[in-house]
């Protein structure tokens, strides 16, 4: 299924001119050396959210976990082991953070094709754009060329992933430490247009009888989560199309119905101009959040001959 935004690249010429640190990524990376990887790495995530198509924002998410934790390098993909801390096993990750098993997979079918070529870092990345388009949302061009990290940082995965529980200023201030302004930030959290959170994440704002959720909505959503007990029941992100990316995430906002905290604090302060536009602008929206994943995805990548390519994602060779 193609998605029905696709961002021409002339578009985001601007913002992949910006980011000098990427200077050695290239769209045609692999062309001599594996020119069916990223047709082969779509085939397979596209039967993972053919077989669960909530696959589609786990990929999402594990492609930001593991950008703001030492850049786009797949360390969170590591097992733990005696020299490795992993970052699975993080406060943000653990039983939380899906899809492992997907890019695995999509790994294994690379490696059949082109043995040691294409790393796990530009699988994930590949992964995510994928995952969007999957669901109805936009493609975009995505410049190869990462390489893998010998190292995890469960510690920096602790302190620098943003809280479900954070403020604005809390968000804004996690998002610039990455290189991401504030309205990369609001369109990089409308992927929850797709998904779900487990219910210790949103009780204390259901229960809260604050003026900044709508009473009905905290009503359904009690029916699921109980003040105590049922942690890990699971509730839509987005209400109406938990499984379709648009921008009914925004509009979700601006009813005073955002699931999370770090949700409903965008429509606020100096970002509520920003959820506004995109609640009722969807072209915008899908069109931000695939510059936006484009200068995530570009974040402190490791290139020329440090790192290395893993052979299985979760190991060093």
């Known amino acids: 299924m193609i998605g029905r935004f696709v961002i021409p690249l002339i578009s985001l010429v601007v913002v992949l ?19 069916n990887a990223p047709t082969i790495i779509r085939n397979s995530i596209r039967r993972a959210i053919s077989a669960e198509r909530r696959m589609a924002a786990s990929l999402i998410r594990l492609h930001f976990h593991d950008c703001f934790v030492q850049g786009c390098d797949a360390s969170i ?105 504030a309205r990369d930030m609001v369109a990089l959290s409308g992927a929850h247009t797709l998904g779900q959170s487990q219910c210790f994440l ?32 699971l509730a839509p992100l987005d209400l109406v199309t938990p499984n379709s990316f648009d921008n009914n995430y925004f509009r979700n906002l601006v009813q005073r119905k955002g699931l999370l905290q770090s949700d409903q604090v965008l429509f606020t302060g100096s970002t509520a101009s920003i959820v506004s536009q995109y609640s009722g602008n969807p072209a915008t929206f899908a069109a931000d959040f695939a510059a936006a994943m484009i200068k995530m995805s570009e974040i402190e990548p490791i290139l020329g001959q440090n790192g290395i390519i893993r052979k299985v994602c979760s190991a060093i060779n």
Do not use: H, M
């Open 77 to 181: 993909l590591l097992d733990e082991t005696t020299a490795i801390q992993s970052e699975k096993t993080a406060g943000p990750n653990d039983n939380s953070v899906r899809g492992y098993n997907v890019i695995e997979a999509a790994k294994r079918d690379v490696e059949l094709a082109c043995p040691g070529v294409v790393s796990c870092a530009d699988v994930l990345t590949l992964a995510a754009r994928d995952a969007s388009a999957a669901v109805g949302g936009p493609s975009w061009s995505v410049r190869l060329g990462r390489r893998d990290s010998t190292t995890a940082n469960r510690d920096v995965a602790n302190t620098d992933l943003p809280s479900p529980f954070s403020d604005l200023q809390g968000l804004i201030d996690a998002f610039d430490k990455k290189g991401l302004n």
């Open 17 to 35: 001119s910006s980011i000098s640190c990427s200077a050695q990524l290239s769209a045609s990376f692999y062309d001599a050396s594996c020119p």
């Open 202 to 233: 949103f009780r204390e704002r259901i229960y809260s009888n604050g003026t900044d959720i709508d009473a009905g909505f905290a009503s359904t959503r009690r029916r699921g989560c109980p003040q105590s007990g049922g942690n890990s029941n």
